[in-house]
């Protein structure tokens, strides 16, 4: 069985004083039936990984660099965000390939470097709403799976997030059939590709504007086995219903 995961990415908000929110989500599971992720702004990364020592709340990286190490200034890599504390890393966001020009193949070298330094890739993949609006969903998200996830990937090391781009933020949510079209594609592309064994342990997380107030219905859906969240992470109080709605789906 795919253990559910409940993963928030707080993008660049919080400071310091940010980090009692992550302890109080950990003090309010101090036992979860599914993993609880925080992936915090890299300057919060090892005194988050402090806080959460010892509890059920894991913490991760937003970003990594492909290179294991050189003149890449501002960059971090896989091996920088292990030894501060991470045990995942999300990449391919759709806001790092509007913001920074990420390719499928930037994304692909990224989950390359941050699998080999022993992370757990969280792969994003998305389509707009241009694009969700001609019809070309599905050719969008296979192509960005095919370009951006690996060879030879296993499922203990790759997540793959689908977070519509017209939906981040927005508010806007997708059908729930929409959301279980895509979830049961992205099975049957990642059966094609590795075969069942590897597929079946595939988590695959839904993203975009999920809130306590949907939650429970997002994760009816077929093949939805978490969600990757951001703004409701932010606050212990708006995580921790999303938490409990996986628990009970």
């Keep these: 069985m795919r253990r559910k995961l409940a993963a928030g ?21 101090p036992s979860a039936s599914v ?10 990364l090892s005194r988050a990984a402090a806080v959460a020592s ?16 050189g003149a890449h200034t501002g960059d971090i890599s896989a091996a920088m965000l292990v ?28 989950t390359e470097a941050a699998t080999a330094a022993g ?27 095919e370009g951006s996830v690996p060879d030879g990937m296993t499922a ?17 949510v997708p059908t729930l059939e929409q959301i ?8 049957e592309r990642l059966t094609a590709r590795f075969g069942e064994a590897t597929a079946s342990g595939v988590r695959l997380l839904y993203g975009g504007s999920v809130k306590p107030s949907n939650a429970t219905e997002i994760f009816a859906v077929s093949n939805v086995d978490g969600a990757l969240v951001g703004g409701a992470s932010l606050k212990a109080a708006d995580f921790s219903p999303i938490i409990a709605a996986l628990e009970s789906a």
């Design 9 to 29: 990415n707080w993008k660049m908000n919080g400071t310091g004083d940010s980090l009692s929110e992550l302890s109080a989500l950990a003090e309010g599971h």
């Design 35 to 44: 993993d609880i992720l925080i992936c915090p702004p890299a300057p919060l």
């Design 54 to 69: 010892g509890s059920a709340v894991t913490v991760g990286g937003q970003d990594c660099h492909a290179a294991a190490s």
């Design 83 to 110: 030894d501060a504390g991470a045990g995942s890393v999300i990449l391919g966001h759709s806001e790092r390939r509007q913001d920074h020009g990420e390719s499928d193949g930037d994304v692909r070298t990224k």
């Design 119 to 145: 992370l757990i890739a969280i792969v994003c993949v998305g389509e707009s709403l241009d694009q969700r609006e001609d019809g070309q969903t599905l050719d969008v998200i296979g192509a960005q799976m």
């Design 156 to 172: 203990d090391r790759l997540v793959i997030a689908y977070e519509p781009i017209w939906a981040i933020g927005t508010g806007k």
């Design 180 to 187: 279980g079209e895509v979830h049961d594609f992205m099975r």
